[in-house]
């Protein structure tokens, strides 16, 4: 398996600085083990995950190095950022 890895730093105009998060985009979710031992091996605050459920539209889900958590607002912002900048630059707004 091959997966495409990012780490953006939110909140930081330059390369850096910030709230480092890595962003993992998938066509589906991966299982919930393979998640949290990739989180660990990135060892960062989070490490995110999103699948594309319909066009603008995200699922998300956040990792910490031991578990998995309810929200991050960084790396959702680091997401967002990703999408429009990257992934899907047409992209006019998106929802998570």
Same mark, same amino acid.
């Given at each position: 398996?091959?997966? +495409? =890895?990012?780490? @953006? &730093?939110? #909140?930081?105009?330059?390369?850096? /600085?910030?709230?480092?998060?890595? =962003?993992?985009?998938? /066509?589906? #979710?991966? &299982?919930? *083990?393979?998640?949290?031992? @990739?989180? %660990?091996? %990135?060892?960062?605050?989070?490490?995110?995950?999103?699948?594309?459920?319909?066009?603008?539209?995200?699922?998300?889900?956040? #990792? +910490?190095?031991?578990? /998995?958590?309810? =929200?991050?607002?960084?790396?959702?912002?680091?997401? *967002?950022?990703? @999408? #429009? &900048?990257?992934?899907?630059? /047409?992209?006019?707004?998106? &929802?998570?």
């Amino acid at each position: 398996m091959q997966l +495409t =890895l990012f780490q @953006i &730093d939110a #909140f930081a105009g330059k390369p850096l /600085e910030g709230n480092p998060a890595a =962003l993992v985009p998938l /066509e589906r #979710f991966l &299982d919930d *083990a393979l998640m949290q031992r @990739i989180a %660990n091996e %990135n060892n960062l605050a989070e490490t995110a995950y999103f699948v594309k459920s319909a066009p603008g539209k995200y699922d998300l889900r956040w #990792f +910490t190095p031991e578990s /998995e958590v309810e =929200l991050c607002g960084h790396a959702t912002l680091a997401s *967002a950022w990703l @999408i #429009f &900048d990257r992934l899907e630059p /047409e992209a006019k707004t998106l &929802d998570f």
